[in-house]
């Protein structure tokens, strides 16, 4: 049996969920080994849902964001593991260690509440910041806090603006989310919840640029 993972993507009211998709055709060639058992969206009929419903997946609309509304919504889906895709919503009562997000900027500085999307790169932009990155870490009950496991360095080129540093990121995003994801749930990848231990990674993890070399909570 493949381990069972909730999506939660919110997309827009006419599109988007372009890293959903990604996941998805990715479980499906064998490169993401799992079963996408359902996807939570806050758009009834937005763009994710037309995605869940070309692939026959599970939809769920949730319109509030209580730890009582997750619980129920991860409880229904039966997924053991849950992952953010373009998530925009405050997350509560979701297993910290079972649950990841992926962002696009680095976290210190340009991650916490409003930090997402073309937010991110216009912040990065108007800092005159020289990189970028694709960050991936689990989830506390802060936004962007959990410790990070993986964050690949992108150089912001002249002539940038949020919507070209936007594309070469979300590309970045596709390319790397789903091989990481498999080191998490395979355990290769793996935190204890507890604030105070890092996250545990193979020794050949500890050697690649995008290993942060803190892997623990940001005090």
């Known amino acids: 049996m493949k381990p069972k993972v909730l999506i939660f993507a919110s ?23 799992v079963e996408i058992c359902g996807v939570v969206c806050n ?14 997946i599970w939809f769920s609309h949730l319109a509030s964001f209580t730890a009582e509304d997750y619980f129920r919504v991860a ?73 990070t496991f993986f964050e690949y360095p992108l150089r912001v080129c002249a002539g940038d603006d949020a ?8 590309r970045y995003e596709h390319g790397h989310q789903s091989w990481i994801t498999s080191l998490v749930i395979s355990g290769q990848i793996a935190w204890d919840g507890n604030r ?11 050697t690649l640029p995008f290993c942060p070399k803190r892997l623990q909570v940001a005090a």
């Open 11 to 33: 997309g827009s009211k006419e599109g988007g969920g372009s890293g959903f998709l990604h996941l998805i055709l990715n479980m499906l060639s064998g490169l993401l080994p």
């Open 43 to 56: 758009y009834e009929n937005g763009g994710v849902r037309k995605i869940a419903d070309q692939y026959g």
């Open 75 to 147: 409880a229904e889906s039966g997924a053991e593991w849950f992952l953010l895709s373009g998530w925009l919503k405050h997350v509560k009562g979701l297993p910290a260690n079972r649950t990841i997000n992926i962002h696009p900027g680095p976290t210190q500085g340009f991650g916490g509440k409003g930090y997402h999307g073309h937010h991110v790169h216009q912040a990065i932009l108007d800092a005159g910041a020289k990189e970028t990155a694709v960050t991936m870490h689990f989830v506390t009950e802060n936004f962007d806090e959990g410790p």
């Open 163 to 170: 919507d070209s540093l936007g594309s070469r990121v979300n």
């Open 196 to 206: 105070e231990h890092e996250v545990q990674v193979p020794d050949w993890y500890r």
